[in-house]
């Protein structure tokens, strides 16, 4: 049938051994059936070790985009280390929320039942557009109408998790939803409201180059949603910060 997919082979633990990390994990990703686009996290999928591999993996590939680019590494010294630099930048620091698993948080019981609108902001926002790699550069601000069931957090807890997932390449409308999933799941208020502006190098950089364009998105859930008194509030308090 058109568009099925092709069963994927199955491997020996040897013939897996000697496939390339990046392969390696691929081929998990694929037998679990588990989406691996550029803003997903794979780390349940990366083994120890394979993490140092892959990045050697992208080192040597981005090696051969500057040969590419006919740059000459070998006597220029201002591109030496370039591939291993960037390798490392992607992996560790930049897409960083693709290969590792969340960080720890620290959930407390709302003993005092609180229930008044609470905001956290501006979170420094550094990401990359997915389309073009290029940094999106910015600030988010929280809102949360928690209630007596909530699991409250610590604010810094809230600039990690922020971190964790704006670290991968991505598009800012996804972004913002994806964080707002994230935090819905954990904290269960009964509002949710986040806004995030940003700028995008891959319009101050390239294409049109306009360095005054930002992009400024929402996502609103339960009573921020429903009561625009409270939506009022939250946005209202922002222009102030």
Request: with cysteine; aromatic share 6%; net charge negative.
């Amino acid at each position: 049938m058109p568009g099925k997919t092709a069963p994927l082979p199955a491997l020996s633990a040897d013939e897996l051994a000697a496939l390339p990390a990046s392969e390696r994990v691929r081929y998990r990703l694929l037998a679990a059936e588990c989406r691996h686009h550029a803003n997903d996290n794979i780390a349940d999928f990366i083994e120890d070790g394979e993490l140092d591999e892959i990045q050697a993996e992208v080192q040597r590939q981005l090696q051969g985009v500057l040969r590419a680019l006919v740059i000459d590494t070998d006597s220029d010294h201002n591109t030496q280390d370039t591939a291993k630099r960037v390798a490392k930048m992607f992996v560790r620091e930049v897409f960083k929320g693709r290969y590792v698993q969340a960080p720890d948080v620290t959930e407390f019981p709302n003993i005092t039942r609180l229930n008044e609108l609470m905001i956290v902001g501006p979170i420094t926002v550094r990401s990359a557009c997915s389309h073009h790699l290029c940094p999106i550069v910015g600030r988010v601000w929280i809102g949360l109408l928690p209630n007596e069931h909530s699991n409250l957090i610590g604010l810094s807890k809230y600039a990690r998790l922020t971190d964790w997932i704006m670290s991968r390449p991505q598009i800012q409308e996804e972004a913002v939803t994806m964080l707002a999933n994230e935090l819905q799941e954990r904290v269960q208020p009964d509002g949710l409201g986040i806004v995030m502006e940003a700028d995008h190098f891959c319009m101050h950089w390239r294409g049109v180059k306009d360095s005054e364009s930002m992009m400024t998105n929402s996502v609103m859930r339960g009573a921020f949603l429903k009561d625009p008194n409270l939506r009022r509030e939250f946005l209202s308090l922002l222009s102030k910060k």
